[in-house]
C-alpha cells in the first residue's frame, strides 16, 4: 500500500508480509517522507488553528472578558426578545432582525471554523488522529481527549459543527467528535468568566456539573447507538498515503473541502436559522401564562432552548430577560444547558455525520439534563 507508493519508480525489494493497515510504520517513523510529510502536516494544521482562533475567538473575548470585568455586566442584548420586553410576532421582519444580529455575531467564528475543518481534512494524518482522540481509559478515553480539545476553541454549537464533521470523515470515533461538539459551548472558559460575574455563582456552578455530564459521560453512552462505536476508516487507499502528500495536493483536499462544506452545510443553516428567529414568540411565549406551568414550563423551556439557535454566550442575555419579565428560576435554569448545548441548525447540519438516533439521543440527553438543572436551580 503506502510502501509500493512511496517506492514508486525505484527497485526495492518486496515488503514482508506485515499487516499495513496499523499505520505505525508511518505514522512512528523519525525520517523519511511520511515521517517528514506527518510532520509537516501537524505544523500546517498549528498555524492555521491557531490564526483563526486568535482572529476569531481568542483576541475578541480577551478584550470582551477584561470589559465584563471591569464593568460587572455583560453588555449584549436577548436574542430572544431584541432587547424589547417580550419577543416580536412572527414575521419576516422578526426572522430578518435576527438572523442578520446573529450572523453579524458569529461570521468571523464560522469562517474560522471553516477553515479549520478544511484544515482537518487537508494536513492532519488520519491515523494520528484518531490514535489522538481515542487515547486514555476505555470507553471515556475518547469522550476524555474531545472534550479538553474542545474547550479552548470557545466556538457555538453551529460553528462547532463543520469541525465535527471533518473529524468524523477523518475516522474519528463518535464519543469523540461529540465530546468536541457539546464540549465547546458548555464548557467555554471565557462564558463560564462571563457568568461567574453576572449570575450567581450557584448557576456557575450547576452548569459546570451539567456540562461534564454532557461532555464527558454522555458521548460514550449514545455512542453504543452508533454502528460503528469504534469508527472504523472508511477511506480509500489513496487518502490513506495522505501523509506524504504534496503541498499541492493538501492544498487542493484544503479547497475543495472549504468548497464542500460551504455549499453543504452554509445554505440550509442560514434558512433554518430565519425560520427560527420567525417563531420565537412561540418558542418562549413570556407575554402568555407560561410562567405558570409548573414543571411543564419547565420542560417546554428545555426543548424549546434545545433547539434554539443563538451566538456564544447568548444564553446569558436570555436569561437575565427571562428573569427580569418574573419567569421562575426552574424554567430558565434549564436554558442555561439546552441553550448553548445543542440547536436544530446544528442537529440538521450534522446529519450527514451522525445516525439519526444518535443525534435524537443526544438531543433527549440534553433536554433531560437540561430539566434536571432547573429542578436543582428551583431546590436551591
Not at 501523509?243 to 499541492?248: E, I, K, M
Request: hydrophobic fraction near 50%.
Amino acid at each position: 500500500m503506502s510502501e509500493h507508493t512511496r517506492a514508486a519508480g525505484r527497485d526495492v525489494r518486496p515488503a514482508p508480509p506485515s499487516p499495513p493497515d496499523t499505520g505505525r510504520s508511518e505514522a512512528s517513523a523519525p525520517s523519511g517522507p511520511s515521517g517528514k510529510g506527518m510532520l509537516v502536516g501537524l505544523a500546517v494544521f498549528v498555524v492555521v488553528l491557531v490564526i483563526a482562533l486568535t482572529w476569531a475567538k481568542w483576541l475578541p473575548y480577551v478584550h470582551k472578558t477584561a470589559g465584563v470585568l471591569h464593568t460587572g455586566k455583560l453588555d449584549a442584548t436577548s436574542s430572544v426578545t431584541d432587547g424589547s420586553g417580550t419577543p416580536p410576532a412572527p414575521s419576516w421582519h422578526a426572522a430578518w432582525s435576527f438572523g442578520l444580529a446573529y450572523f453579524k455575531s458569529v461570521w468571523m467564528a464560522l469562517l474560522a471554523a471553516l477553515v479549520i475543518a478544511s484544515a482537518v481534512e487537508a494536513f492532519l494524518p488520519r491515523q494520528w488522529l484518531v490514535r489522538v482522540l481515542t487515547s486514555g481509559p476505555r470507553r471515556l478515553g475518547g469522550s476524555l481527549a474531545g472534550g479538553l480539545l474542545s474547550m479552548p476553541s470557545m466556538m457555538c454549537t453551529c460553528c462547532t459543527a463543520p469541525v465535527t464533521a471533518s473529524l468524523r470523515r477523518r475516522g474519528v470515533p463518535t464519543s469523540s467528535a461529540l465530546a468536541y461538539w457539546i464540549g465547546n459551548p458548555t464548557l467555554n472558559p471565557a462564558v463560564l468568566v462571563f457568568m461567574a460575574v453576572v449570575l450567581p455563582l450557584q448557576w456557575v456552578g450547576v452548569r459546570i456539573v451539567a456540562g461534564i455530564l454532557l461532555v464527558f459521560l454522555v458521548p460514550p453512552l449514545v455512542a453504543r447507538l452508533s454502528p460503528q462505536p469504534t469508527a472504523e476508516p472508511t477511506w480509500s487507499a489513496d487518502e490513506e498515503t495522505d501523509t506524504s502528500v504534496t503541498p499541492r495536493a493538501a492544498l487542493g483536499r484544503f479547497a475543495r473541502t472549504f468548497g464542500r462544506l460551504s455549499l453543504t452545510l452554509v445554505p440550509e443553516y442560514l434558512v433554518i436559522v430565519l425560520g427560527l428567529g420567525a417563531v420565537r414568540a412561540w418558542m418562549f411565549p413570556i407575554s402568555g401564562h407560561l410562567a405558570e406551568w409548573g414543571v411543564l414550563a419547565l420542560v417546554a423551556l428545555a426543548v424549546a432552548g434545545a433547539l434554539f439557535v443563538i451566538p456564544t454566550a447568548g444564553e446569558i442575555p436570555i436569561i437575565q430577560g427571562l428573569l427580569h419579565a418574573g419567569m421562575g428560576a426552574g424554567p430558565v435554569g434549564a436554558l442555561l444547558v439546552t441553550l448553548p448545548a445543542l440547536s436544530l441548525p446544528s442537529l440538521i447540519m450534522l446529519r450527514r455525520s451522525f445516525p439519526a438516533r444518535v443525534l435524537l439521543a443526544v438531543l433527549g440527553a440534553v433536554v433531560v439534563v437540561g430539566i434536571g438543572t432547573g429542578l436543582a436551580l428551583w431546590a436551591l
